[in-house]
């Protein structure tokens, strides 16, 4: 293994790539911080000693819905010709696999509504049945899985997330724009029928379902299914103001506590949730909570766009383009050194902020061009 020097300029890390010395000054003065270790075998890990096994992969930024925090309802979307083909994007998983990531998401927009998606997932599939791969899955808005659901199974998919912040349907058609409660609920039955495990997300927005959660929490353990919550994060210009949305979990939590018995519990998916047991309904309820408490400490993932764009965080603009590295070469000898170059720049946490003071998003890019 390689070692590697890692020193501090304006109070932020600064890198270089693994084969030379990192020179950083802070105050004038040149001073080191930490140093760390290549992983064996070509596995990822960042400065700051976390092993990067999570990818998340968006493979359209389109959707078919127009989330009110998500998305302006006249969005303009990617030319096709800049999305990265299929082919192309099973060899990027591909290499982040080989570098160690065990947990593959593929994401969105809307991820079921990118032509010829199945031939994708039936394609890294085949990494489940070598072992390198532990999961396969999926977030979805539920709109298409009447449609997909038996064929996710069949290709190895054994537990997706569906997104739906309300189960009132005049509310749901409010939110979304362009949906349909009623077809994404076929999907969830079509989902639980082909024996995949389905996970709810919800975004809690004040005003909008914060009155609403807790039957909604019933529901989905009525269902067998776990639920979490997700504070709305600040990204892309959009037609709200996210100050009006915003509503910290905290006192969502400290609600549900006057009601229920929340137990908190080690499970863990891989994300960042941390999750609770209900006593009273027996089932699992996770709080996603970048603004409140930020879970950067245990970080194991990183993104990347339908372009081939990867980011290392979420909540900051840092990105290293993949795309060329990809196309310039029929190897995959310069896109894994490009890739271990971005992860030696990956921060120790990101910079969202939602307060009056702050009226512009923390990051200008729509989740739905990063997936969520």
């Known amino acids: 293994m390689t070692k590697t020097t890692l020193f501090k300029q304006d109070g932020l890390p600064t890198f270089r790539p693994p084969s030379g010395v990192i020179e950083v000054r802070q105050g004038g003065a040149r001073s080191e911080l930490a140093t760390f270790q290549n992983g064996a075998n070509g596995e990822m890990v960042d400065p700051f000693g976390r092993h990067i096994t999570y990818l998340r992969v968006s493979v359209t930024d389109r959707c078919d819905f127009r989330c009110v925090y ?3 309802e006249d969005m303009e979307f990617l030319p096709k010709r800049d999305l990265l083909t299929l082919e192309e994007l099973d060899r ?23 032509k010829n998606i199945m031939y994708l ?9 070598t072992g390198a791969l ?36 005049d509310k749901f058609r409010r939110i979304t724009r362009w949906g349909e409660l009623k077809k994404v609920m076929e999907g969830i039955d079509a989902a639980q029928e082909a024996g995949l495990h389905v996970k709810l997300n919800a975004v809690a927005l004040k005003g909008f379902n914060d009155s609403e959660i807790p039957s909604m929490i019933e529901w989905a353990h009525g ?3 776990d639920m979490t919550l997700i504070e709305t994060m600040p990204m892309g210009e959009i037609d709200e103001d996210r100050t009006d949305q915003y509503l910290p979990l905290s006192k969502v939590r400290a609600d549900l506590s006057r009601q229920w018995t929340l137990n908190d519990i080690p499970f863990k998916t891989g994300g960042p ?26 970080c194991n993932r990183v993104r990347v766009t339908c372009t081939g764009t ?34 030696s720049r990956k921060p120790k946490g990101h910079d969202f902020v939602i307060d009056r003071k702050t009226r512009n998003p923390s990051v200008s890019r729509h989740m739905s061009v990063t997936g969520g």
């Open 70 to 72: 998500c998305m302006a």
């Open 92 to 114: 990027l998983s591909t290499t982040f696999i080989a570098k160690g990531v065990k947990k593959l998401r593929l994401t969105g927009g809307e991820p079921l509504v990118r």
């Open 121 to 129: 997932i039936r394609s890294l599939s085949r990494h489940l049945e």
């Open 134 to 169: 532990e999961e396969l899955t999926l977030t979805t808005n539920g709109s298409q899985l009447k449609r997909f659901a038996k064929d996710l199974a069949d290709a190895g998919v054994r537990r997706l997330n569906v997104s739906v912040d309300t189960l009132d349907a």
């Open 223 to 225: 269902r067998g299914m």
């Open 273 to 298: 949730a941390r999750y609770v047991e209900v006593a009273e309904t027996g089932g699992r309820l996770g709080f996603i909570t970048p603004m409140t408490h930020n879970f950067c400490e245990s």
């Open 310 to 343: 990867l980011f290392m965080c979420l909540g900051q603009e840092d990105a290293v383009d993949l795309r060329e590295p990809l196309r310039s070469s029929e190897g995959n000898d310069l896109l894994a050194e490009e890739i271990d170059r971005a992860i």
